[in-house]
């Protein structure tokens, strides 16, 4: 018998946050049968698992990502005869975004799903997908992220040097703002304390909008908005409900200023351990997955928006002028973060005429 068990613990303290998080990657090797004999848990197939990979989602258990993520694992474990075996990891239990992005880079977890609003600080062509008012709807953002602009910027992820690569794109659909205070028109932002994701580009988006942008990981906004520490947020239906900040902040005001894509991620120290068959299996359970992903989202996001309008959210609709008028104001980021890439800018839009 022979047993070799690798075990990988990373932590990490981010100094502006004093997050610790603690990744856990398992290797096993056996060649002994039977070693396992006994413990369901680790064969949902024939094999005794060779890999025990972790998977971050900072969504809750029954959230659309996390169900694609449960579906990834299930693919992979079924078409590897389970060889590999992924534990996934729902509620932000390894950390916030930034802090497990940062632990795939080391490998402390193999596989993540995030917002790519938590990478594009750091991978500038990101930006271009994070631009507010860039789809004229959601099909568009699908023919971009689906074609080869959309491997431009998967390319863009893998060769950041940040040690993660790009699995696939789940949806997120369109964010909205929401408030505690009233809030029926963009003017009303004006003054207000706005949470915003760790993303520079938020951040601006905000402060153009004439509102203060409060940064803030996801996990602490339902207590902002009760405290008073900030006044609102933005965010797309399904999180507006699961999270219930509905609760708190009843204004809601449909703008769809942005859609930020969801991505899935693979520690490129873990890829590098894979066979190319087990890359294949890979790459191909995380696009299944993705589209298992966009049908559950288009449904959770129709009934959020149901649910929390039964609840007696108060929801507005801006007018296409006064949409016309604050995308006017946002220019200016498309040209301080996309001067670089004026030629997919260029390219998104004639996608879309
Ligand atoms: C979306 C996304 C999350 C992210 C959140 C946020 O809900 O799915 O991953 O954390 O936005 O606003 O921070």
Redo the contacts with the bound molecule.
Sequence with gaps: MKMDITINKNIFKRSAKKVLSCGLTLSILVTSVGLFSGCNELDGANNVPEHIFVYAE??SEN?P?TRGAYKFAQLVNEKTDGKIKIIVKANGELG??KSVVEQLEFGGVDFS???V??ISDNIPKLKVIQMPYLYSGESAMWTVLDGDIGKEFTQAIQESGYGIMALSWYD?GA?NFYSVKPLTSMSDLAGMNIRV?ESEVMAKTIQLLGANPVKM??SE?YMALQTGKIDG????W??YEY?RHFEQAEYCLIDEHIR?P?VQLISEKTWNNLTDEEKDIISECAKESAIYERDLWRMADDSAKRTVIDKGVIVTKVSEEERSYFREKLQPLYDEYCSDYMDIIEKIQSIQE
């Design positions: 900072n969504q959230y990502t916030d975004e799903r995030v917002s609003a938590s997120a964010r994701q990981i996801y906004v947020a933005e965010n797309n399904t999180s999270s930020i969801e």
